[in-house]
C-alpha cells in the first residue's frame, strides 16, 4: 500500500474518536516520505490537549501503520 494511503487509513481509524469531541483530521502533506503534516478541526483545534492528542494517538497510529514516519506536526493555519 502507497505511504498516502497508508497514512490515510490510520487518520480515518483516529477520526471516530476525535468525532466524539466535536473534531475531525486532515492530511495536509507528507515531508520526505519521513513527516506527517496533518490539521486538526472543530474542537480539536482550540483544544488544550491536542498536543498530547497528536503524539500520543495521531502519531502512534500513523507509525503502526507508516513505521518509517518520524514525527506528526500539527499546523494550525490554512
Known amino acids: 500500500m502507497e505511504l498516502r494511503n ?3 487509513h490510520a487518520l480515518n481509524e483516529i477520526r471516530p474518536f476525535l468525532a466524539t469531541d466535536g473534531g475531525d483530521i ?7 516520505g519521513k513527516i506527517v503534516k496533518v490539521k486538526l ?4 483545534a482550540g483544544c488544550s490537549v491536542n ?8 502519531e502512534m497510529t500513523i507509525k503502526k501503520h507508516a513505521p518509517q514516519i518520524e514525527k506528526v ?3 494550525d493555519h490554512d
Open 6 to 8: 497508508k497514512i490515510i
Open 26 to 32: 486532515s492530511l495536509v502533506e507528507i515531508l520526505d
Open 41 to 44: 478541526h472543530g474542537n480539536c
Open 51 to 58: 498536543q498530547m492528542t497528536l503524539k500520543t494517538g495521531v
Open 73 to 75: 506536526v500539527n499546523v
